[in-house]
């Protein structure tokens, strides 16, 4: 016969109970993961950190294109060449006299390097353009828009009787913008 006494009875011992007890009481540290992989996420951000300020103190020039032709001067010390860059009305307030110029003359684009010398003022029209310069054919075609003109003063010197009516493409350097404003989204930011 049972007694009442042995049913209350627990099948733990005591002292393991109050053990276990005290063990869900004290804080568990959640270890999520090791000490290397924490110190290697740490510099991965420093990287990503280091990179991007790089990035926002790195500059990088921009340019402004556009098409011209090499015309023939007659000056005292004989025929010059000089470069005119048709610069549409849109870019005319980003071209200043003394910005460096970049040219591709030619099929071949020989490249060559120059400094604006002069922008003219007068807004002229492609049919005005296309008079003044004698552009007929293919070059005629460069001028689609009302453009000024600007005079390219050339590093190194040419043949007149050679360049003379030659097309070129030009870049001129109007300035400079980070490396983080050619990411998408982010030229809203930096600018």
Not at 80 to 97: D, E, M, N, R, T
């Amino acid at each position: 016969m049972f007694s009442m006494t042995s049913s209350n009875r627990s099948i733990f011992r005591e002292d393991a109970y109050k053990r276990h007890l005290q063990k869900q009481k004290q804080s568990i540290i959640l270890r999520l993961a090791t000490p290397p992989v924490w110190i290697f996420a740490w510099l991965l951000l420093l990287c990503f950190l280091g990179a991007s300020l790089l990035a926002w103190r790195t500059q990088v020039p921009v340019f402004v294109g556009g098409q011209g032709i090499l015309t023939r001067q007659n000056s005292t010390h004989g025929a010059i060449i000089v470069a005119v860059l048709f610069v549409p009305v849109s870019q005319q307030k980003q071209i200043h006299p003394g910005q460096a110029v970049e040219l591709r003359v030619g099929p071949k684009a020989a490249s060559l390097r120059g400094v604006v010398a002069s922008l003219e003022p007068r807004v002229m029209s492609p049919l005005d353009i296309r008079t003044r310069f004698q552009l007929q054919g293919e070059s005629a075609s460069m001028v689609a828009e009302p453009s000024v003109t600007a005079a390219i003063r050339l590093d190194a010197p040419l043949s007149a009787n050679l360049y003379a009516g030659s097309t070129f493409s030009a870049r001129v350097q109007v300035g400079s913008q980070s490396v983080l404003s050619l990411l998408p989204g982010l030229n809203q930011l930096v600018s």
